[in-house]
């Protein structure tokens, strides 16, 4: 889970020109931060690989015909001797990486399915026998550990495209996030963006400058990160506000949408 949260969090922010480790999230937060990878699609798949070891039981509890039921278990069979058929079709399309995104996650789960088809009983009764002791622990252990690997790299780029894909339609609906006011006594070096207003109140104002225009993406022990309403990922400039004595902030709401 942080390593999902880690790499959803990275590529979120990333995405805004901010360093994950820079803004400083704990463990937790990144844990929690993983469970947008719970999203329809995965829970499906998840549920799917859950129930797919009892399909013949469910199966027959349904009342499916036993020749169906043959005809079924035949395929699996089938699916499971060919196992290298899967690996040699996930190295195809790393092999095609760059044509075949945002679906690139489908290689490494290719390669990790066909390895660990390739463990089970109907793959290995199709295989030589014999061999010492090492040698079956050899090549049981050392695909399950590939197997794993692969699935570790699926996870980083779902993790990965889902974190991108949030920054993309964060950065549409900025206009909805908090709204912020600056309040300084000096001027702060804010500028570049159109959508940055900046006023003077006057010397006999002790917050003499405030800022508005400004969206808040993330606080983060004491230091505010702002976008301004018109940023873009190619040209925006991304404000990092500390808040001290000299430093008042206003959050207020964003526009919301219509019912």
Not at 20 to 25: R, S
Not at 31 to 52: E, G, H, M, Q, Y
Not at 111 to 122: D, M, N
Request: glycine share 10%; no cysteine; net charge positive.
């Amino acid at each position: 889970m942080l390593y999902a949260g880690f790499i959803h969090s990275n590529a979120y922010y990333s995405y805004f020109h901010l360093d994950t480790f820079a803004i400083g999230f704990d463990s937790l937060e990144l844990a929690v931060r993983s469970l947008r990878l719970a999203t329809f699609p995965v829970l499906i798949a998840l549920a799917l690989v859950v129930v797919l070891p009892r399909v013949p039981e469910l199966l027959t509890a349904l009342g499916v015909r036993q020749d169906l039921l043959g005809k079924l278990s035949e395929a699996g069979r089938v699916a499971a001797r060919a196992y290298p058929a899967f690996v040699v079709a996930g190295v195809v399309v790393m092999l095609l990486w760059r044509y075949v995104q945002p679906f690139g996650w489908a290689a490494p789960v290719l390669v990790a399915g066909g390895l660990l088809l390739g463990q089970t009983q109907t793959a290995r009764a199709s295989e030589p026998g014999g061999g010492t002791r090492g040698g079956r622990v050899w090549r049981r252990g050392v695909p399950i550990v590939v197997a794993g690997l692969f699935l570790m790299w699926a996870v980083a780029l779902v993790a990965g495209d889902l974190g991108r894909a949030d920054a993309h339609g964060d950065e549409h609906r900025i206009v909805r996030r908090v709204a912020v006011v600056v309040l300084s006594t000096d001027r702060l070096s804010m500028s570049g963006s159109p959508s940055l207003h900046s006023e003077d109140l006057g010397a006999r104002t002790h917050y003499r400058y405030r800022y508005t225009g400004l969206r808040l993406l993330v606080e983060r022990s004491g230091r505010y990160y702002l976008l301004p309403l018109d940023w873009t990922r190619a040209t925006g400039t991304t404000y990092i506000i500390q808040d001290d004595d000299s430093i008042r902030l206003e959050l207020l709401p964003g526009v919301q949408p219509r019912e």
